[in-house]
């Protein structure tokens, strides 16, 4: 158990458990570690079987890792959720609507909010996305919201994921899972479920439809293909929904309309949930040498003959040097506070900022503004001296590239590591939908940092999952 | 459906039913070698294996001569060689795995589970003593992922792709299996019809599961042009190139309903094999060459799948 000046621990101590844990933490308790080791086995041979699996490029060895699945679930009670969902629907609503401005009329650039510099000198910004407004004012119809919590009152945003955040695959297998393997412990508590968010995506998917689509739209998922890492999740997603699941080869276009490659011949595609970067998906408007986009589909876009989920240019959203001026955002297009933290931020191309920033490094943590997967990022609290000289020479030298925060105390969840059950860090990664309504399903993917003092959460670098459970009472 | 995606179905089918295609020539090969005792010839039956699987230039070019087991290793475990077991199952997984949508939740386990068991395979496997257990292990996934997406796949268009895969690729192998017996040579103190053809051809009938078949078929013993006939012509035979054919012909055409009565070349091509079959004499077959036959049947698979790939599969 951490001490009580440590990290928030959301079980609470052993002799103060806190409410939602309550028979968890009883049934942790009743639980010999052989049986929860046999049932870890359960469940990754379980994984292993139907196939979820995740590739990482930089290690050799086994093409189709699996992410690590803790069996001890993540608990929220209802109002917890209430809240935090509350604070979602709110944070997404100001990102569409910065997005829909700063391609439109950029009345925040003219206020002043936001320095225009930073929008529109930023490579995520795609000046091909002028003058276009996508169906309902829809940008980032899937955004995954990364969150903490340092404490039991406050969650804070860590990032915004708008371009194609991955992950839900595992929010709903990670479910299935937990049924099937501990059916008692389930039943001891009333989860909200989770297993609508298929529907509900295709719901929303179909809700944009383009202006020139009558009939009931055809929606279609795009994968990279079968050697991309999530492909497991988009053929899940396109499974679930009933979609076809398609390649750029798969579809062509033809006057001005994007068709699918079928055995009965052409067939019109309304919808495309993209999971190809916005630089791949067409080798007329963006990288010319992409082979897995389609030639002439951005034009098809924005001539209102198909919809892309998500829009093009939502990077500007999610950028980490945009990301201290969303609470901003929210104050300006809802006229509303925010209700989720965020977490305080130095933008190194500040003269002031990186003057803190080299004088603090040890205690920071360092990311590259254009950087994802936790690569690319100096902790500053557990780094040599060494690596803080290097990341120094490098904000000098690129000082618009880096930004710093505090090192969190991300709290912690009990977890089933070899030493038996122990604390490990976590945040949470819940997906917003956004079509004509947003919609947020209770819960999200918990990610645990598996490596004992550990911060790192993204699968890449050894991080695992847990199931999030919302307590219905 | 995409036509990738027929085509992935397609292919997936016909290399499971390959890797067990391979697996029963493997079977047949180390029956007749265990058999044959005399060590005039040593080899024959393996040569006579790789050249019914069609492997014979890759095997001679990668190793000059034939070692028995060389040649199993290169048959079952060889990912160089792309009709080895292995790479089948690698080929057939790979193929599912791009059409992961298509599949039953059922299907993909039976075909995962295989390729990951595949794949921990070593080659103590090929000892004598185990490599009969390992030929059944494969021929029994095969059946299994058959089992499993005619047991639960909506029968809709990517069912049929499916299962004109594996009947296509069925009929091709039961024609390379019958072929085996054309390219072993009976040594010379062994005449036809004696002992050790006689157990050349049980052999064959073992590999195709038809041993049994046949005495209640003929309730007669074995005869090389009633075995022929059976694995040809019979059309209550189920691995028969009439029976296949048969069916070919039925999903073909059950094709040609669904998308509107549209019929291309594969449609005749298919109907003219499986009229030549169903018509046919055991006796003229034996008169033109049970080998050319044999042959020529090949031939026309190759082009009846080159047709329904260029009418379905790769619509460009």
């Known amino acids: ?473 | 459906m995409l036509s990738r995606t027929a085509d992935g179905l397609f292919w997936l089918a016909r290399y499971m039913e390959r890797a067990a295609s391979v697996a029963r020539l493997v079977q047949v090969g180390n029956r007749m070698s265990n058999m044959s005792l005399s060590l005039d010839n040593p080899g024959n039956e393996w040569r006579s294996t790789l050249v019914a699987a069609g492997t014979e230039p890759g095997y001679l070019a990668k190793h000059g001569e034939i070692v028995p087991s060389l040649v199993l290793d290169y048959l079952v475990l060889d990912p160089e060689n792309p009709s080895s077991i292995v790479s089948c199952i690698e080929t057939a997984r790979r193929n599912g795995r791009a059409v992961r949508t298509a599949l039953t939740v059922d299907t993909w386990e039976a075909l995962n589970e295989t390729w990951q068991q595949t794949r921990a395979l070593k080659a103590d496997r090929l000892a004598a003593d185990s490599l009969p257990g390992l030929m059944d292990w494969v021929v029994q996934r095969s059946l299994l992922f058959c089992g499993s997406y005619a047991n639960t796949m909506l029968r809709n268009d990517g069912y049929l792709f499916t299962h004109l895969g594996t009947l296509l690729e069925r009929a091709d192998n039961t024609a390379r299996i019958l072929d085996v017996k054309y390219h072993v040579l009976l040594p010379d103190h062994e005449g036809v019809g004696g002992v050790l053809d006689y157990y050349q051809w049980q052999s064959i009938l073992r590999a195709v599961s038809a041993l049994r078949s046949y005495h209640w078929v003929y309730h007669d013993r074995l005869k090389p042009w009633l075995i022929a006939e059976l694995l040809i012509l019979r059309p209550e035979m189920p691995r028969s190139l009439v029976a296949c054919l048969a069916h070919v012909v039925d999903l073909l055409e059950a094709l040609a309903v669904r998308y509107g009565g549209q019929r291309g070349e594969c449609h005749r091509l298919a109907g003219e094999i499986h009229a030549r079959l169903r018509y046919g004499r055991v006796e003229d077959i034996f008169q033109f060459g049970l080998h050319e036959y044999v042959t020529q049947f090949i031939d026309d698979m190759l082009r009846l799948g080159q047709e329904i790939s260029g009418f379905y599969l790769n619509v460009r």
């Open chain 1, 1 to 473: 158990m951490a001490k009580a000046d440590g990290p928030f621990n959301e079980m609470g101590m052993s002799d103060e458990v806190r409410g939602p844990y309550a028979d968890i933490e009883r049934w942790l308790r009743e639980m010999p570690s052989d049986k929860l080791e046999l049932k870890r086995r359960e469940a990754e041979t379980l994984f292993r079987r139907v196939g979820i699996t995740f590739a990482v490029y930089t290690e050799g060895g086994d093409p189709e890792r699996l992410i690590p699945f803790d069996i001890i679930p993540r608990v929220l009670a209802r109002a917890e959720w209430d809240r935090l969902s509350l604070g979602l629907h709110q944070r997404v609503k100001a990102l569409n609507a910065f997005l829909a401005d700063v391609y439109g009329e950029r009345h925040i650039l003219r206020a002043g909010k936001v320095p225009e510099r930073m929008v529109l000198g930023n490579e995520s910004f795609r000046p091909e996305m002028q003058g276009f407004l996508p169906p309902a004012g829809a940008y980032t119809h899937v955004a995954g919201i990364d969150i903490v919590r340092l404490d039991a009152d406050n969650f804070y945003v860590l990032e915004d994921n708008c371009r194609t955040p991955s992950g839900v695959s595992y929010m709903l297998e990670n479910r299935e899972a937990m049924l099937r393997l501990l059916p008692d412990l389930c039943g001891m508590h009333k989860l909200a479920p989770v297993s609508h968010y298929p529907e509900d995506l295709l719901d929303t998917l179909k809700s944009v439809a383009p202006p020139a689509c009558r009939d009931a739209p055809t929606v279609a998922v795009l994968t990279p293909g079968s050697y991309n890492s999530a492909y497991y999740e988009h053929s899940f997603l396109a499974d679930e929904m009933g979609v076809e699941l398609v390649e750029g080869g798969d579809l062509f276009v033809d006057e001005g309309f994007v068709y699918m490659r079928t055995t009965q011949g052409p067939k019109r595609v309304d919808v495309l949930y993209r999971r190809i970067d916005d630089d791949y998906l067409d080798p007329r408007t963006f990288r010319p040498d992409s082979a897995l986009g389609v030639p002439g589909l951005f034009a098809a876009y924005r001539a209102g003959r198909v919809t892309l989920a998500n829009a093009v240019g939502t990077g500007i959203a999610d950028d980490k040097a945009i990301y201290p001026f969303v609470p901003e955002m929210i104050r300006f297009y809802l006229g509303e506070e925010p209700i989720l933290l965020n977490v305080p931020t130095y933008l190194c191309e500040r003269d002031d900022d990186r003057k803190y920033v080299l004088e603090h490094l040890h205690e920071l943590v360092v990311k590259e503004t254009r950087g994802s997967g936790g690569y690319g990022m100096l902790i500053g609290p557990q780094s040599t001296a060494a690596d803080r000289a290097v990341f120094a020479d490098r904000i000098k030298a690129r000082p618009a590239d880096y930004i710093a925060q505090p090192t969190l105390a991300l709290s912690t969840c009990p977890t089933f590591v070899e030493q038996g059950i122990a604390p490990r860090h976590v945040d949470l990664r819940p997906f917003v939908l956004s079509g004509r309504e947003i919609r947020v399903v209770p819960g999200g993917l918990t990610r645990v940092a598996l490596r004992e003092g550990s911060l790192v959460v993204n699968s890449s670098q050894g991080g695992g999952t847990k199931d999030t459970w919302v307590l219905e009472r």
